[in-house]
């Protein structure tokens, strides 16, 4: 379905074909018009579906830009989330002239404050920050009409059901409310019932949630094995843009290190890093400035980042809904992709609970040997050998080249420029990377009923959540006094490392 036939105002159907938008995604085709409607919906999506129209053209169509008071409000899990969605709303606002503000933690306060005395249309923000500003009577929310809650089940799997009620409370009943979620446990649906009014909802087809563009494959392996392993696997698959899931922080750290020692262009992001600097690796990442990209599941939930070709689970992850979030980086606008699951023996039975969600089987692929993937280094390294020439450009060169082949062999010479770009096996830096304990043995199954976010693991984890990424009111507090946030201590990280639900670390 065309954009023209959703009924939306000119100007956003004008802001939809600059972004390059054409055809509806099945999630904006479902939801659009039950929004346009008035109507409150709960949309099923996975990242990267194209949910952030699907709920904000609504919005911004519905929205009366010479009103200058807060019209729509959009909670967001995470920071990276929420910042994203305020720049896709502002794309799409844009000839409308919406202001659209965006508030979380780890930010200045007193500057959000400032830009929320300008009295934007939209506000999107995290739970703790908003919770913050609605204390300080900086955020008032009388005036909003439409209430958008985006990735419901990571909220609630970051223990801030609680913080969500308080916002809701300060919404006015009479409103419109979307709400969008990956999975669709008992929860979600009790938000549905106790703060929606008779809610419509749409499901992507299974089909669209099993990534069926993808080719998947695991390679079994031992912990120590999977580095070198990998790296040989870039050799010979030669990926162009690629994704890494670690399970810890300090494993992120460690890959992207090593990678970097070998040559690599990467970087690593997870929550320990400031702002800005996620945001600037990020950057990198979108324009191609960094070919390789470590992180925990936290760190890129919500980012939508395209043109990747490669996934590469390191860690397997323990929740099974999280791996079609991961493998879903890749693959997208009808592209294929390739994901690669590392997985350790006594860990199969999380490959065999991922594949019975997925309905398709992984293909085992044996790890390239050291001769493999020297001859995948030979290869990109004639490529772009071949690259340069046609460039050309050599004229000033040949007078030393002459003097050169006085005193070597053109096949010598060829050589010496092969051995340059090219990684000899032999000589490559040594990594290590410190050994993870492994996911539980056997647990696997039990551990993923429906949605399984109510069992006693995920209880104590969720506290371990609720404690460390509440967007951390002592935090923002302490920003006040002294002007930047509080660093967040690494000591807490021992404890979030082996129990993982729904993508979580």
Same mark, same amino acid.
């Given at each position: 379905m065309k954009f023209k036939e959703l009924d939306l105002s000119q100007g956003l159907l004008d802001a939809v074909q600059k972004i390059g938008f054409e055809e509806a995604t099945p999630i904006q085709e479902e939801t659009i018009p039950l929004a346009m409607e008035e109507k409150d919906v709960i949309g099923q999506a996975q990242t990267g579906t194209g949910k952030t129209a699907a709920f904000g053209l609504p919005m911004l169509d519905k929205i009366d830009p010479k009103k200058r008071q807060i019209q729509g409000l959009v909670i967001a899990p995470t920071r990276e989330l929420a910042i994203q969605t305020q720049e896709e709303l502002f794309r799409l606002g844009k000839e409308k002239k919406i202001q659209v503000q965006a508030v979380y933690g780890g930010a200045d306060i007193g500057r959000q404050i400032r830009q929320l005395k300008d009295n934007p249309h939209i506000v999107v923000g995290t739970p703790g920050r908003m919770l913050d500003h609605i204390n300080r009577r900086t955020l008032k929310l009388a005036t909003v009409e439409t209430l958008v809650l985006d990735e419901a089940d990571e909220m609630l799997n970051m223990g801030f059901l609680e913080d969500i009620e308080k916002i809701i409370a300060q919404v006015p009943e009479k409103r419109q409310t979307l709400l969008f979620s990956a999975t669709m446990p008992k929860e979600i649906k009790t938000i549905g019932v106790k703060f929606m009014k008779d809610p419509h909802h749409v499901r992507i087809k299974a089909k669209e949630m099993t990534a069926d563009s993808i080719d998947q494959y695991y390679v079994k392996a031992k912990d120590y094995e999977k580095f070198d392993i990998m790296t040989r696997l870039f050799d010979v698959q030669l990926p162009e843009l690629t994704l890494i899931f670690a399970r810890t922080k300090r494993r992120v750290d460690e890959i992207a290190n090593g990678l970097e020692a070998r040559g690599y262009k990467a970087e690593g992001i997870h929550g320990d890093l400031s702002q800005q600097k996620r945001m600037s690796i990020l950057r990198s990442f979108k324009n191609s400035q960094l070919d390789i990209l470590v992180a925990t599941d936290v760190a890129a939930r919500g980012l939508d980042i395209?043109?990747?070709?490669?996934v590469y689970n390191y860690d397997i992850p323990q929740d099974p809904d999280s791996y079609v979030h991961r493998i879903g980086r890749t693959g997208r606008a009808g592209k294929s992709g390739v994901s690669v699951t590392f997985v350790t023996p006594n860990e199969m039975n999380y490959l065999h609970v991922i594949e019975n969600l997925t309905k398709?089987?992984?293909?085992?692929?044996?790890?390239?040997?050291?001769?493999? *993937?020297? +001859?995948?280094?030979?290869?990109? *390294?004639? +490529?772009l050998i071949d690259e340069k020439m046609a460039e050309n450009g050599l004229d000033k060169y040949n007078k030393d080249a002459d003097e050169l082949l006085k005193h070597y062999s053109a096949q010598d010479l060829a050589a010496l420029l092969l051995k340059t770009l090219a990684k000899d096996p032999a000589e490559v830096v040594p990594v290590k990377i410190t050994p993870e304990r492994p996911l539980p043995k056997g647990k696997s199954n039990k551990g993923h009923r429906k949605n399984d976010s109510r069992n006693r693991n995920n209880k104590n984890y969720n506290q371990n959540r609720r404690k460390n990424n509440k967007d951390d009111h002592k935090n923002n507090h302490q920003s006040n006094k002294n002007g930047s946030p509080k660093k967040s201590r690494r000591g807490n990280e021992k404890k979030q490392d082996f129990v993982i639900h729904n993508g979580q670390n």
């Open positions: 395209s043109g990747v070709t490669h398709k089987r992984m293909t085992p692929m044996r790890p390239p040997s050291d001769k493999e *993937a020297f +001859e995948g280094q030979i290869s990109q *390294a004639v +490529e």
